[in-house]
């Protein structure tokens, strides 16, 4: 595979002689420069070429689950974990903020709770968790994590 780059000269001059004053050569730092940016590509190519494999567990599979439980039931996102021992944690993580994103959509499905001191009838202060605990809860990927999800509307 060929790949052309074209810098300009101010800037290639500028990259000379910061190499210079470092003792590298440009040569040197072109050749390190390249092969590194070759390996980036092909590594890249490889992940575009590769079919992604189908989700272990679904967002589906969450409100189904949910919709047979009591309205408000609070569900422990660990216990329903287990409920899905095949699927994978990426997965269920991807599923559960999934299906509450279905709930803000459409009002009534369900809603998920952070880990707050509301539960600290079932775990101690959040402070007070060991890193590997919070492996059991859901990350939102903003620094939070969902410890509960419930069903919303009216038993029927």
């Known amino acids: 595979m060929n790949i052309s780059i074209s810098i300009t000269d101010d800037l290639y001059h500028e990259i000379t002689a910061i190499a210079s004053r470092m003792g590298i050569s440009i040569s040197d730092c072109a050749e390190d420069a390249f092969s590194t940016f070759a390996d980036t590509v ?7 070429h590769t079919v992604p494999a189908e989700p272990t ?17 609070p569900i422990w996102l660990p ?5 899905f021992p095949e699927a994978t944690k990426e997965d269920f993580d991807m599923a559960v903020i999934g299906a509450a994103k279905v709930g803000e959509i459409e009002p009534g499905k369900v809603s998920l709770h952070r880990l707050t001191t509301k539960y600290k009838n079932k775990l101690q202060h959040p402070g007070h968790l060991a890193e590997s605990e919070y492996e059991s809860f859901v990350p939102d990927g903003h620094g939070s994590y969902y410890c509960v999800i419930a069903r919303r509307g009216k038993n029927v």
């Open 79 to 83: 216990d329903l974990r287990h409920e």
């Open 57 to 73: 567990i679904t967002v589906e599979d969450i409100l189904n689950f949910v919709a047979t439980q009591p309205v408000s039931a």
């Open 42 to 48: 092909t590594k890249c190519l490889e992940r575009a």
